[in-house]
């Protein structure tokens, strides 16, 4: 397989194959909210758009970046988040990388959203896909986020290194159409339990990629509170290797790129 690894500003056509990435925080909050019961995620271009959607559709939960805010319900923490039930609902996200960077590959033919949460899982479909070329969209700092890029260039490695069966999943997958070698639909509610049980090699090969984004600017603001709308335990919760069984896919639907759980066999 081959990875580029590039910033939003840079991903100039849609790539084949896309993997965006934001570890702190935007894809490990919807990896829990799909793990609190959301069906799917909408992810807007425009805080104005996401109040826009939600007005349209009354049950719908909006979420954004910072602090909270008139219309909005939830903020981009997944430790203010993982306590909310979401249980079949629709949330909208808006975020200052993350949906953007999603949205800059939305014609990409397969369109992956990943931290390290669902690392393993993400690169369980890039394996089974084959895929000769994988492009990642590193989202934070216009690519310079370390938290981004290790977790970008972690699971390049386990999608292509020699060690790509020391993880196993945990938990049942929702069986329908997808892309090859996965499954889509609700995810089951994940949060007392791993998604995946690996190894100590694992987790040791891991260790370099967790101490970078560990030691990233990201994680330095959001434990010394500079960075409004978040909990204590995020930057802890956003280094949980492989903590849910699924990945996660977007694609157009009726205009909106939408996130869905995508579960690798």
Known sequence: MD???????????????????DVMRAYTVAAWAFARGA???V?????????????????????KDGPPAPGFDLVNSPGLLRSADLSGRTVVQKTTAGTVGALAVKH??????????????????????????????????????????????????????PDTTAAT????ATETAGAPGATTGPATDTTTAPGYTTDRATTDRAAPYLRRAAASRAAVE??????????????????ELDRFPFAMAA??????????????H
Request: proline share 5%; with cysteine; charged share 20%.
């Open 3 to 21: 990875a580029h690894f590039l910033p939003i500003s840079r991903v100039r056509q849609a790539p084949s194959v896309a993997v965006v990435v």
């Open 39 to 41: 069906e799917k995620i």
């Open 43 to 63: 992810l807007a271009e425009s805080t104005a758009d996401a109040l826009a959607l939600t007005g349209r559709h009354p049950g719908w939960v909006a979420l």
């Open 108 to 161: 990409a033919p397969l369109v992956l959203c990943a931290g390290f949460v669902v690392a393993e899982a993400t690169a369980r479909v890039l394996r089974a896909g084959g895929y000769e070329e994988v492009t990642f969209v590193v989202t934070g700092e216009d690519g310079r986020a370390d938290e981004d890029l290790a977790c970008a260039e972690y699971i390049a490695h386990r999608a292509t290194g």
């Open 169 to 172: 999943a945990t938990g049942p």
């Open 222 to 239: 959001l434990a010394t509170g500079i960075r409004e709308g978040a909990h204590a335990d995020d930057v802890a919760l956003c280094l």
């Open 251 to 264: 694609t157009l639907e009726d205009g909106l790129m939408v996130l869905r759980p995508h579960t690798p």
